[in-house]
């Protein structure tokens, strides 16, 4: 499967443990998308990175919040000091870089569920 | 980008038409109309997406209005697994912002047997 993969699918942490999740976009994709998304919300942006740039990050990513992407492969999301208001499901998307042949969709992983108790 | 209104619920029977109904009133010139759908548990899916003329593909048809103003996602037979959040998105294609999306609540489609 080629698909975009999330790793952990479910996490559950007490509050104020830190947590890092994974990304791994399609392979020929260049950008990549961090969403999150809560209970009967649509998902909501967080960054955005072309190749390993961090080019844009909402004003919901808190100083408690870190996005990398080395090498421009997969990235990583971590949270630290997780709090209760954090719970939510954490979206990945890619899409790969606009040209001839190429859209614009953006590929969705199927998230990783965060739970903060 | 521009706002979409869509209901938040709608049902259909198996096998019938779903018609989703989305109003993009103040959508620009430059701005392209793009459904994505999640079921359950899972991420959004792209469904299709056009500009002012009607679009077809393997999963669904998309019909815009003349003046661009609404438009209507088309299931032309709903299976249960069709149920799920359909989102209306406007947005200037390939740029705005760096290209994220922005979602609204969407309209949970529940087909039934």
């Known amino acids: 499967d080629t698909g975009v993969s999330q790793d952990p699918r479910h996490k559950i942490t007490k509050r104020g443990q830190n947590v890092t999740f994974r990304c791994d976009p399609i392979s020929e994709h260049n950008r990549l998308y961090w969403y999150r998304q809560t209970l009967g919300q649509g998902p909501e942006f967080l960054t955005y990175f072309q190749n390993e740039a961090q080019l844009e990050k909402s004003r919901l990513l808190s100083d408690r919040f870190s996005a990398e992407r080395p090498k421009g492969s997969f990235s990583t999301l971590e949270i630290q000091r997780t709090e209760q208001g954090d719970s939510a499901m954490y979206l990945c998307a890619s899409r790969p870089n606009p040209g001839l042949g190429f859209t614009d969709t953006q590929y969705f992983g199927p998230g990783t569920r965060l739970t903060v108790l | 980008d521009a706002k979409t209104t869509q209901p938040p619920s709608m049902d259909c029977a198996e096998g019938r038409a779903a018609n989703l109904p989305c109003n993009h009133s103040t959508i620009s010139g430059n701005e392209y109309v793009y459904w994505y759908r999640q079921i359950h548990s899972q991420g959004p899916q792209y469904i299709i997406h056009g500009l002012k003329n009607n679009e077809t593909n393997e999963m669904a048809s998309l019909i815009i209005t003349e003046d661009r103003k609404s438009s209507t996602l088309i299931l032309p037979h709903a299976t249960l697994r069709d149920t799920a959040v359909y989102y209306c998105?406007?947005?200037?294609?390939?740029?705005?912002?760096?290209?994220?999306?922005?979602f609204g609540k969407g309209t949970k489609l529940s087909v039934k047997p």
């Open positions: 998105i406007v947005r200037v294609r390939y740029g705005g912002s760096q290209g994220n999306l922005i």
